[in-house]
């Protein structure tokens, strides 16, 4: 069974020169960065990180894994997937997919929390925001 992919976003990733390393590949550091954009893309479309930040929160991240596929070069023309697959009341999984075509380069997940950055600690989501995901 497919996974439902909650609050899904896609965005064209261009890769430059100074992404590939000496054998004219991406180097795989810049997939961990490509991660962050993506979820900052989904903030924007389903949670602005001002909203948040003027509530005193952030999201932060715990983990951060990455499963490399194939190689991404400076001809290729890939597109990022980030989607929730989990939201509870302070902890988030974030599911990746770098691909083009059919042809996946890269998958990963990162898990974070929801943290008040004047208490120091996870706190629980906005409950509209909780109602959105599970009405997906």
Sequence with gaps: MEEKRRMLVEMPIK???????????????VYVKWFEDLRMALLDVHFPLTEMMKAGN???LA????????????????????????????KWVAQFEIAEGEAIYCTGHQVGY???MEQHRPV???A???QLYNAL
């Excluded at 100074?18 to 550091?29: A, C, G, L, P, R």
């Excluded at 596929?69 to 989990?86: A, H, M, Y």
């Design 15 to 29: 890769v430059h020169s100074y992404d590939v390393d000496y054998m004219q590949i991406v180097n795989n550091t």
């Design 58 to 60: 952030t999201p932060i």
């Design 63 to 90: 983990e951060t894994h990455v499963k490399y596929l194939r190689s991404v070069t400076l001809e290729s023309r890939p597109t990022g997937r980030v989607w929730l697959s989990e939201l509870g009341a302070s």
């Design 114 to 116: 929801y943290f008040n």
């Design 124 to 126: 629980r989501f906005p």
């Design 128 to 130: 509209d925001f909780l």
